[in-house]
């Protein structure tokens, strides 16, 4: 039995989530195999190889998989797949947007059933998962040969990312599917943590009003505990805080060690993606608000008014 887990990376790095999804794979039982897709990509690899529990780590460099497009990467693990030689039992992808986006894929081309967003790997073939936005847990079990799964990160400790020793393999990289191209990427440049990556996040809700109060109340916090800047969908919706801020069912899944909620009410959505933070912080004036039933410490003030206040006993 050997589990093959789809390396989340920039080409040059590994990526945090893919070490959550090595610590999944390990609990699904036997040897842990990483696939690295991408174009010179020989780094990631280094990389991935000293990940602790990691046995082989497969490069496959490859044009056509410079910018992930789903359907080529797709196409290199069924390669893997179908080579003979691997057969593998598991096969995980983190449950990212990018993994998100080729697991079906693979799924519906080995004909199984996708076992999506795993917090807990009961037995090699058993799995827990949340529904109804976490307010339910599935305990589902799959006799396919071979199990697809999306693994939630912040249900799994990162493994180390010092002192393996896997061996590094080559594989060929598959051509370009041409079913898809890469036109452009728009990235938003920030010196704040990447949200999913934070140890710390400070996050603002509708009772913000505005961008301007927005920034104007929530940034000097963030500034001085380096956190990440998060949003419910509320003050999305509203235009206060870009997209790639929100926290949620549709938005990002977020465990950081300390998550300070202001002004956010704490609708089942918003509760979804993001207690599972080791501490949780809440600000905010209603005291019957259901953000105060997760917090471990919560404060019943008015946010304009606390946070100076906050902002400034940390000088």
């Not at 400070?202 to 920034?215: C, D, H, N, P, Q």
Request: aromatic share 4%; with cysteine.
């Amino acid at each position: 039995m050997t589990a093959l887990v789809i390396a989340e990376h920039d080409h040059a790095t590994v990526k945090p989530a893919t070490l959550n999804t090595v610590t999944a794979a390990l609990a699904c039982g036997g040897d842990v195999h990483v696939l690295v897709a991408g174009a010179n990509a020989a780094e990631a690899g280094k990389a991935a190889a000293q990940i602790v529990g990691v046995a082989k780590v497969i490069v496959a460099d490859s044009p056509s998989l410079a910018e992930n497009l789903a359907e080529n990467v797709a196409a290199q693990v069924l390669a893997l797949q179908g080579s003979g030689a691997a057969n593998y039992s598991h096969i995980l992808f983190p449950s990212t947007a990018n993994g998100k986006n080729v697991a079906p894929r693979v799924a519906a081309k080995l004909d199984v059933a996708q076992i999506s967003d795993i917090t807990l790997v009961v037995s090699p073939d058993t799995f827990e998962r949340p529904i109804y936005a976490g307010n339910a847990i599935a305990t589902v079990q799959s006799t396919d040969a071979t199990k697809v799964i999306t693994v939630r990160t912040t249900g799994f400790d990162a493994a180390a990312s010092t002192g393996g020793s896997a061996t590094v393999e080559t594989a060929e990289g598959v051509a370009d599917s041409g079913k898809s191209s890469f036109v452009g990427r728009e990235v938003t440049k920030s010196d704040r943590p990447e949200l999913t990556a934070a140890k710390i996040i400070v996050s603002g809700g509708r009772a913000l009003g505005s961008a301007e109060k927005f920034t104007e109340v929530m940034t000097p916090l963030a500034d001085k505990l380096n956190a990440g800047l998060g949003a419910s969908r509320a003050a999305v919706d509203a235009g206060y805080a870009p997209n790639d801020w929100q926290v949620g069912q549709t938005g990002k899944i977020v465990a950081p060690q300390l998550y300070i909620a202001c002004g956010i009410s704490g609708a089942i959505q918003h509760l979804a993606g993001m207690k599972d933070s080791k501490v949780i912080v809440a600000i905010n004036k209603d005291e019957e608000a259901p953000i105060f039933s997760v917090a471990d410490y919560g404060l019943v003030a008015d946010l304009f008014t606390a946070m100076p206040e906050l902002v400034a006993s940390l000088d």
